[in-house]
């Protein structure tokens, strides 16, 4: 198991949870994903390593920024 952790700047509620959870979720290899809107960070556990650069991209295209914490 691998965990990853990210501080995502942007989220405000609920909805920047989802969003974020649908397109990290996207990802090969991603078992689980938290993720906190209050907070701003994001857990995620897989299998095996999943690339920064595609956690990343997927937070992005959520409409969030993300840096490796």
């Known amino acids: 198991m691998s965990t990853s ?12 949870e989802v969003a974020i959870r649908g397109e990290v979720g996207q990802i090969p290899g991603v078992d ?7 907070t701003g960070r994001l857990v995620v556990t897989s299998t095996e390593p999943v690339d920064d650069a595609a ?5 992005d295209e959520a409409g969030y ?3 490796r914490a």
């Open 5 to 16: 952790e990210y501080q995502v700047t942007g989220m405000s509620c609920g909805h920047c």
């Open 65 to 67: 920024q993300a840096v």
């Open 32 to 38: 689980s994903i938290d993720v906190s809107a209050q």
């Open 55 to 59: 956690i990343l991209a997927a937070v």
